[in-house]
T-cell receptor, first 113, second 112 residues
């Protein structure tokens, strides 16, 4: 068990470009969460999956954001037409059935120039 | 002492002191609370949790206290070490299977 893995760790892009982040959760965890964290703030919920089903999306998740978990294992978060306000740390977390504690990955930091 | 910085409240202590980090939560119906520690450049790391039917829970060097009357949560760290320096977040869960809602966080600085 290598924990929750996120790639890339850091992405620098120009405004208007698309970016995609990948999350590999702990293998036996059926629920996967995406959070966004800006400097000095706590993580803010974006969306979560139970297996391959996306069960909840935050109002923070604009139309430019899309997340998938096609086979109920890894997940991707894509941001289209990035804006400077999208600059943040994108955190992935996973949790097993019946458990309470979310295990977070190290995050993917996005910088939009 | 405790102060409010530009971004985060900060608690500065000396190595060996006991630290107390406070958190006010918002939802009186929340059934579960958790503390995370986040070091620079890393994701949040679980410290300790507590259910709403308890008012105190102890771990190794850490204790969480829950006061539902005033919607207050605190994290006590005994014999604070330089390795405890990090940002600490409390989070609440409004109901089972709902998502965690995080507070703003407190930066703990431990001087040798």
């Amino acid at each position: 068990d290598t924990g929750v893995s996120q790639n890339p760790r850091h992405k620098i892009t120009k405004r208007g470009q698309n970016v995609t982040f990948r999350c590999d959760p702990i293998s036996e965890h059926n629920r996967l969460y995406w959070y966004r964290q800006t400097l000095g703030q706590g993580p803010e919920f974006l969306t979560y999956f139970q297996n391959e089903a996306q069960l909840e999306k935050s109002r923070l998740l604009s139309d430019r954001f899309s997340a998938e978990r096609p086979k109920g294992s890894f997940s991707t978060l894509e941001i289209q037409r990035t804006e400077q306000g999208d600059s943040a740390m994108y955190l992935c977390a996973s949790i097993g059935s019946g458990a309470n504690v979310l295990t977070f990955g190290a995050g993917s930091r996005l910088t939009v120039l | 002492g405790e102060s409010v910085g530009l971004h985060l409240p900060t608690l500065s202590v000396q190595e060996g002191d006991n630290s107390i980090i406070n958190c006010a939560y918002s939802n009186s119906a929340s059934d579960y609370f958790i503390w995370y520690k986040q070091e620079s450049g890393k994701g949040p790391q679980f410290i300790i949790d507590i259910r709403s039917n308890m008012d105190k829970r102890q771990g190794q060097r850490v204790t969480v206290l829950l006061n539902k009357t005033v919607k207050h949560l605190s994290l006590q760290i005994a014999a604070t070490q330089p390795g405890d320096s990090a940002v600490y977040f409390c989070a609440e869960r409004p109901f089972r299977y709902s998502t965690l809602t995080f507070g703003k966080g407190t930066m703990l600085l431990v001087s040798p």
